[in-house]
Protein backbone atom coordinates (compact mmCIF):
# COMPACT_ATOMS: atom_id res chain seq x y z
CA UNK A 1 0.00 0.00 0.00
CA UNK A 2 1.77 3.50 -0.97
CA UNK A 3 2.09 6.63 1.36
CA UNK A 4 -1.30 8.19 0.62
CA UNK A 5 -3.58 5.08 0.57
CA UNK A 6 -2.42 4.08 3.90
CA UNK A 7 -2.74 7.86 5.08
CA UNK A 8 -6.33 7.63 3.67
CA UNK A 9 -6.92 4.32 5.95
CA UNK A 10 -5.29 5.18 8.67
CA UNK A 11 -7.25 9.00 9.07
CA UNK A 12 -10.24 6.69 8.39
CA UNK A 13 -9.45 4.37 11.35
CA UNK A 14 -9.31 7.42 13.53
CA UNK A 15 -12.50 9.17 12.32
CA UNK A 16 -14.45 6.43 12.91
CA UNK A 17 -13.62 6.20 16.83
CA UNK A 18 -17.12 8.08 18.47
CA UNK A 19 -16.98 11.23 19.94
CA UNK A 20 -17.64 10.35 23.01
CA UNK A 21 -14.75 7.15 22.88
CA UNK A 22 -12.52 9.69 21.75
CA UNK A 23 -12.95 11.41 24.51
CA UNK A 24 -12.45 8.92 26.96
CA UNK A 25 -9.42 7.52 25.17
CA UNK A 26 -7.99 11.43 25.29
CA UNK A 27 -8.51 11.29 28.91
CA UNK A 28 -6.64 8.25 29.00
CA UNK A 29 -4.17 9.69 26.89
CA UNK A 30 -3.55 12.59 29.00
CA UNK A 31 -3.68 11.19 31.90
CA UNK A 32 -0.67 9.32 30.75
CA UNK A 33 1.29 12.10 29.94
CA UNK A 34 0.83 14.12 33.05
CA UNK A 35 2.58 11.03 35.18
CA UNK A 36 5.30 10.95 32.59
CA UNK A 37 8.59 12.13 34.12
CA UNK A 38 9.60 13.64 31.22
CA UNK A 39 6.40 15.61 31.24
CA UNK A 40 7.03 16.70 34.66
CA UNK A 41 10.26 17.83 34.82
CA UNK A 42 9.55 19.99 31.21
CA UNK A 43 10.06 23.48 31.81
CA UNK A 44 9.86 24.04 28.02
CA UNK A 45 7.07 22.24 26.56
CA UNK A 46 5.41 22.19 22.95
CA UNK A 47 1.97 20.98 22.29
CA UNK A 48 -0.29 21.22 19.54
CA UNK A 49 -4.44 21.97 19.25
CA UNK A 50 -5.80 19.31 18.13
CA UNK A 51 -8.11 19.26 14.81
CA UNK A 52 -10.65 16.46 13.80
CA UNK A 53 -10.14 13.21 15.18
CA UNK A 54 -6.81 13.99 16.95
CA UNK A 55 -6.12 13.19 20.63
CA UNK A 56 -7.32 16.37 22.63
CA UNK A 57 -4.82 18.16 24.61
CA UNK A 58 -6.74 20.77 25.46
CA UNK A 59 -6.56 19.96 29.08
CA UNK A 60 -2.58 19.37 28.85
CA UNK A 61 -2.40 22.96 27.16
CA UNK A 62 -4.04 24.36 30.18
CA UNK A 63 -2.76 22.41 33.18
CA UNK A 64 0.60 23.22 31.31
CA UNK A 65 -0.18 26.36 32.22
CA UNK A 66 -1.38 26.27 35.79
CA UNK A 67 2.04 24.17 36.23
CA UNK A 68 4.63 27.01 35.19
CA UNK A 69 5.62 25.50 32.27
CA UNK A 70 6.58 27.75 28.93
CA UNK A 71 3.98 26.65 26.56
CA UNK A 72 4.59 26.92 22.78
CA UNK A 73 2.27 25.77 20.24
CA UNK A 74 2.73 25.15 16.48
CA UNK A 75 2.10 28.20 13.86
CA UNK A 76 2.79 27.29 9.89
CA UNK A 77 4.10 30.29 8.03
CA UNK A 78 5.52 30.57 4.61
CA UNK A 79 7.73 28.42 2.56
CA UNK A 80 6.68 24.89 4.55
CA UNK A 81 8.31 26.69 7.96
CA UNK A 82 6.77 26.17 11.44
CA UNK A 83 7.60 27.68 14.41
CA UNK A 84 7.12 27.19 18.17
CA UNK A 85 4.86 30.23 19.41
CA UNK A 86 4.73 30.98 22.84
CA UNK A 87 0.99 30.58 24.14
CA UNK A 88 0.03 32.02 27.32
CA UNK A 89 -3.13 32.04 29.50
CA UNK A 90 -6.86 33.63 28.42
CA UNK A 91 -5.05 33.82 24.47
CA UNK A 92 -7.01 32.96 21.98
CA UNK A 93 -6.35 30.60 19.04
CA UNK A 94 -6.76 31.40 15.35
CA UNK A 95 -7.28 29.46 11.78
CA UNK A 96 -4.05 29.72 10.70
CA UNK A 97 -2.73 28.67 6.85
CA UNK A 98 -3.76 25.27 7.03
CA UNK A 99 -6.91 25.75 9.20
CA UNK A 100 -5.36 24.62 12.31
CA UNK A 101 -5.68 26.84 15.46
CA UNK A 102 -2.84 28.72 16.30
CA UNK A 103 -1.08 31.31 18.47
CA UNK A 104 -0.35 34.76 17.19
CA UNK A 105 1.81 35.86 19.54
CA UNK A 106 5.21 36.59 18.20
CA UNK A 107 7.66 34.81 20.88
CA UNK A 108 9.37 31.92 19.53
CA UNK A 109 11.49 30.09 20.46
CA UNK A 110 14.39 27.80 19.13
CA UNK A 111 13.38 24.16 18.78
CA UNK A 112 16.81 22.96 20.27
CA UNK A 113 15.67 24.64 23.58
CA UNK A 114 11.97 23.00 23.91
CA UNK A 115 12.63 20.07 26.71
CA UNK A 116 9.44 18.25 25.49
CA UNK A 117 7.41 18.46 22.53
CA UNK A 118 4.34 16.43 21.95
CA UNK A 119 3.47 15.51 18.22
CA UNK A 120 0.36 14.41 16.17
CA UNK A 121 0.42 12.27 13.71
CA UNK A 122 -2.18 9.77 11.43
CA UNK A 123 -0.24 6.25 12.49
CA UNK A 124 2.98 5.55 14.51
CA UNK A 125 4.76 2.46 14.38
CA UNK A 126 6.29 0.66 17.15
CA UNK A 127 9.87 1.98 16.06
CA UNK A 128 9.06 5.75 16.49
CA UNK A 129 8.20 6.43 12.76
CA UNK A 130 5.34 8.78 12.33
CA UNK A 131 2.96 9.57 9.32
CA UNK A 132 1.93 12.82 9.35
CA UNK A 133 -0.39 14.69 6.92
CA UNK A 134 2.27 14.74 4.01
CA UNK A 135 3.48 18.30 4.43
CA UNK A 136 6.65 17.73 6.23
CA UNK A 137 6.03 20.68 8.59
CA UNK A 138 6.90 18.42 11.40
CA UNK A 139 9.72 16.42 10.05
CA UNK A 140 11.59 19.90 9.13
CA UNK A 141 10.95 21.57 13.00
CA UNK A 142 12.40 18.80 14.56
CA UNK A 143 15.39 17.81 12.54
CA UNK A 144 16.55 20.76 15.07
CA UNK A 145 14.78 19.65 18.43
CA UNK A 146 16.89 18.22 20.63
CA UNK A 147 14.66 17.77 23.46
CA UNK A 148 12.06 14.37 24.13
CA UNK A 149 10.12 13.94 20.55
CA UNK A 150 6.99 11.92 21.75
CA UNK A 151 4.18 10.81 19.57
CA UNK A 152 0.51 10.77 20.98
CA UNK A 153 -1.69 8.75 19.27
CA UNK A 154 -4.56 6.52 19.74
CA UNK A 155 -3.51 3.03 20.01
CA UNK A 156 -5.21 1.80 17.05
CA UNK A 157 -3.24 4.40 15.23
CA UNK A 158 0.02 2.30 16.23
CA UNK A 159 1.32 -0.35 13.65
CA UNK A 160 3.94 -2.66 13.51
CA UNK A 161 5.86 -0.85 10.68
CA UNK A 162 5.09 2.69 8.17
CA UNK A 163 6.93 3.17 5.01
CA UNK A 164 9.44 5.82 5.36
CA UNK A 165 11.54 8.45 3.94
CA UNK A 166 15.42 10.16 4.58
CA UNK A 167 13.50 13.56 5.47
CA UNK A 168 11.03 11.71 8.20
CA UNK A 169 12.33 12.29 11.88
CA UNK A 170 11.78 9.18 14.43
CA UNK A 171 9.68 9.79 17.97
CA UNK A 172 12.12 9.57 21.28
CA UNK A 173 8.88 7.45 22.52
CA UNK A 174 4.85 7.17 21.80
CA UNK A 175 2.28 7.44 23.86
CA UNK A 176 -1.24 5.88 24.01
CA UNK A 177 -3.93 5.50 26.14
CA UNK A 178 -2.54 2.44 26.72
CA UNK A 179 1.09 2.99 27.68
CA UNK A 180 4.00 4.84 27.09
CA UNK A 181 6.47 3.43 24.27
CA UNK A 182 10.15 4.13 24.78
CA UNK A 183 12.48 3.87 21.74
CA UNK A 184 15.78 2.06 21.47
CA UNK A 185 17.91 2.74 24.25
CA UNK A 186 15.55 6.01 25.06
CA UNK A 187 14.05 5.87 28.73
Given at each position: ????????????????????????????????????????????????????????????????????????????????????????????????????????????IDPREIDLILVPGVAF???????????????????????????????????????????????????????????????
Open positions: MNKADLRREMRARRDAITAKDREILSMQLRERIFAMEEYQGACRLMCYAAIGSEPDLSQVIERALMDGKSLYLPRTEQHHVMRAVRFHEGERLALGKMNVPEPQGDETDRAGNRMGYGAGYYDRFLVNGSGLKLGVCFEQQLLDALPTDENDIQMDALVTERAQYNIGGHT
